[in-house]
């Protein structure tokens, strides 16, 4: 391995196959080790600050439920990288098929000299996304970058110019879905001015809302505030993810979504699902919108569409997603042939793997651990999401005051201890668990003990 002490050392020309990682937690160190500490010193010198890094270890491998660092630390993953290696960081379906494709060309650029792969990824997200109406579908690079582009189809589509968001929500970065995001820090601080002409309407959020208050009622409480602020013959679309990710996986009370989508069909506005999270598998739903038989007009995929390449789509109906000009959409990079092999072959995973059942059993062992910490700790206030994305919402001795400072507290307990965790929600007090596909039982039994000890050693002080 290269120094990593070195400024000017490269890594090591080629870590070993993730294939034979050995599926235990294990720490050769404390953590960070020396290695990864030394690596945080160039990282500190060389990388812009503003990209921060939430668990201080180098990887070098990862597959299954495990990722290794520089110091031969194996740590369980509970993230998957933000919830993009759902079939797993190293599915050998996947590796075959990129380096089967990278060796035969990596980019032509599908506007110069198109490629059968991206069309292959076209007909298959045409197939499994909700509804059997006749869909089209545009490759692209990013998750925010493909929430642009259906902002884009859905104006030209309708003529129309609003964009309704709603509280808590989470688009991405840039200038457009900054102004689609809700959460101010990190995401828009100092960055403004935002994109014009979007609006945001109250969520459905069962622990905060009144008690008893069902899904068609808050979302007669958002076109209350849409057609008051907005009016709903000036509505280009409605964009929701449908299990909110960044905000705190927030689950709406059944009955939001569909009477969201009745509202936008009657009004003639496009429903837009930001499936960037939620979508192929995460739910234990090829989308978190079939759990409901919620068809929208356009969904957003990115995140675990193909086993951590970087590729998003819009899917939607043929006639809307038609209506732009040629040449109106697309990018340099879009759909790129590699990344579109790695979809292919993660996309087939979801079935042969059988991953919709897997996070569905997933979903049942983890709320079983979360379900039996809630009964002894008090400061769990609400265990929720679906499949293999799940959370637990911390507050306060009276119940409801968020509790940012013991979330941050048990989840560096947890990293400390090998186990990778990540917060989230407009307050941060949101622990959310997205473990790979690919992870054991044992595995996940360990990463939930581990957790239970961190909530035992982490002091109600820091509620
Ligand atoms: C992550 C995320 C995005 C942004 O995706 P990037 O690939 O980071 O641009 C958009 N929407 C949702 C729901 C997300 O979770």
Redesign the pocket.
């Known amino acids: 391995m290269a120094d990593p002490t070195s400024p000017t050392s490269r890594p090591a020309a080629a870590p070993a196959a993730a294939g034979d990682l050995p599926q235990s937690r294990h720490l050769a160190t404390e953590l960070p080790g020396p290695r990864s500490r030394a690596l945080m010193d160039r990282k500190t010198s060389a990388v812009a600050s503003g990209v921060g890094t939430t668990v201080p270890v180098f990887a070098v491998r990862a597959g299954g439920g495990v990722v290794e660092d520089v110091d031969g630390n194996r740590l369980v993953d509970l993230g998957s990288g ?1 919830a993009v290696t759902t079939v797993g960081a190293s599915h050998p379906a996947v590796v075959a098929a990129v380096q089967e494709q990278v060796a035969a060309f990596t980019h032509t650029c599908f506007m110069v000299t198109p490629y059968e792969p991206y069309v292959a990824v076209a007909e298959k997200l045409n197939e499994v996304t909700p509804g059997d109406h006749a869909k089209k579908t545009a490759l692209f690079s ?3 970058e493909a ?1 642009e582009n259906a902002v884009k189809i859905a104006r030209h589509a309708t003529g129309r110019d609003a964009v309704v968001v709603f509280d808590h929500a ?4 840039t200038n457009l879905t900054m102004a689609m995001t809700a959460k101010a820090m990190p995401y828009k601080s100092g960055f403004g001015p935002f994109a014009g002409e979007v609006y945001r309407a109250p969520t459905s959020y069962p622990f905060r809302d009144p008690q008893g208050m069902t899904g068609e009622q808050a979302a007669q409480r958002a076109v209350r505030v849409i057609e008051a602020q907005v009016g709903a013959d000036q509505v280009a679309c409605v964009v929701i ?1 449908p299990v909110q ?2 905000g705190g996986f927030i689950e709406p009370a059944p009955g939001f979504l569909p009477a969201l989508a009745a509202w936008c069909r009657e009004n003639g506005a496009l429903f837009v699902a ?1 499936e ?2 939620t979508g192929v598998a995460r739910t234990g739903d090829w989308f978190a919108c079939d759990h409901e038989g919620v068809v929208p007009d356009l969904v957003v995929v ?2 675990g569409v193909a086993g951590g390449m970087p590729l ?1 789509a819009v899917t939607g109906r043929a006639e809307l997603v038609d209506a732009v000009h040629t040449g109106g959409l697309g990018g340099t990079y879009g759909g790129n042939p590699v990344a579109c092999a790695a979809a292919l072959a993660a996309l087939e995973a979801v079935e042969t793997d059988g991953l919709l059942q897997r996070a569905r059993d997933v979903e049942v062992l983890v709320k079983g651990r979360l379900h039996a910490l809630a009964e002894r700790d008090p400061r769990v206030g609400d265990v929720r999401g679906r499949g293999a994305m799940l959370a637990v919402e911390l507050v306060g001795e009276d119940g409801t005051t968020p509790a940012p400072a013991l979330a941050a507290g048990v989840a560096a307990a947890a990293k400390a201890q090998g186990v990778i965790v990540l917060t989230c929600g407009t307050a941060g007090n949101v622990l959310r668990f997205l473990p790979p596909l690919s992870i054991s039982d044992e595995l996940l039994h360990d990463a939930f003990d581990v957790l239970d000890a961190a909530f035992a050693a982490t002091s109600a002080s820091t509620r």
């Open positions: 933000i990013s998750g925010a929430v989470y688009h991405g970065r993810e990710g960044e930001d960037v999270q990115a995140k998003s």
